[in-house]
């Protein structure tokens, strides 16, 4: 069975940093590119950053670009999302999603860790 | 401001037909580049309902097709059911943006 289980979420004040992590199960990790979307409370769905499967094809929206990174461990079955100089606006539930490739669907998605940006 | 542009809410009674559009533009569905739907419960993570614009994935009832037609996309839930009231996202990459593009999402009210 496919799994992908986000943690890492947490309060933070705005300006701090976190790092989520997204640890992938019941399939060749290795195999397949990932993104990174977040849903803020009561709003739509908002791509944030894919990574393809051999980790050297990389993409940001323009919201995060230059303060949200994202990387892989495939001998880990892991996905990351740093996140830093994070903003209120960045308070959302950010999920893994497990894709073929950028333009594929995601057929496999994360329950979704909380980050909450406040003072 | 989405690149790819649903309506808020959609309603309908039990056992009618419903649609929800898509509209994009000539860098992404128009380009053409793949349409997928998504369907989100109240609380839970999204999950993929038609994929590369008309194809359901194993699981998913007959009564939810899509369609895609130059720049634009829809999803059709026909037999509308209570289990059926939920929000519902279309997606698509944009190659002038280099990436993912998500609708604004609508909310489907089963009355």
């Known amino acids: 069975e496919v799994q992908l289980v986000e943690s890492g979420g947490n309060l933070i004040q705005p300006g701090g940093s976190l790092r989520l992590s997204c640890v992938a199960s019941?399939?060749?990790?290795?195999?397949?590119?990932m993104h990174w979307v977040r849903q803020a409370p009561g709003k739509g769905l908002e791509w944030l950053s894919y990574?393809?499967?051999?980790?050297?094809?990389?993409y940001y929206a323009d919201s995060v670009k230059g303060r949200f990174t994202i990387s892989r461990d495939n001998a880990k079955n892991s996905l990351f999302l740093q996140l830093t100089s994070l903003r209120a606006e960045d308070t959302a539930v950010y999920y893994c999603?497990?894709?073929?490739?950028?333009?594929?669907?995601?057929?496999?998605w994360g329950q979704g860790t909380l980050v909450t940006v406040s003072s | 401001q989405s690149a790819l542009t649903q309506p808020p809410s959609v309603s309908g009674a039990p056992g009618q037909r419903v649609t929800i559009s898509c509209t994009g533009s000539s860098s992404n569905i128009g380009a053409p580049y793949d349409v997928h739907w998504y369907q989100q419960l109240p609380g839970k993570a999204p999950t993929l309902l038609i994929y590369a614009n008309n194809n359901r994935p194993s699981g998913v009832p007959e009564r939810f097709s899509g369609s895609k037609s130059d720049a634009s996309a829809s999803l059709a839930i026909s037999g509308l059911q209570a289990e059926d009231e939920a929000d519902y996202y279309c997606?698509?990459?944009?190659?002038?943006?280099?990436?993912?593009?998500f609708g604004g999402g609508t909310k489907l009210t089963v009355l």
């Open positions: 019941g399939f060749t990790f290795s195999t397949y590119a």
């Open positions: 997606q698509s990459y944009d190659s002038s943006l280099t990436s993912v593009v």
């Open positions: 999603a497990r894709a073929a490739s950028l333009g594929s669907y995601t057929d496999y």
């Open positions: 990574i393809n499967s051999y980790n050297n094809v990389i």
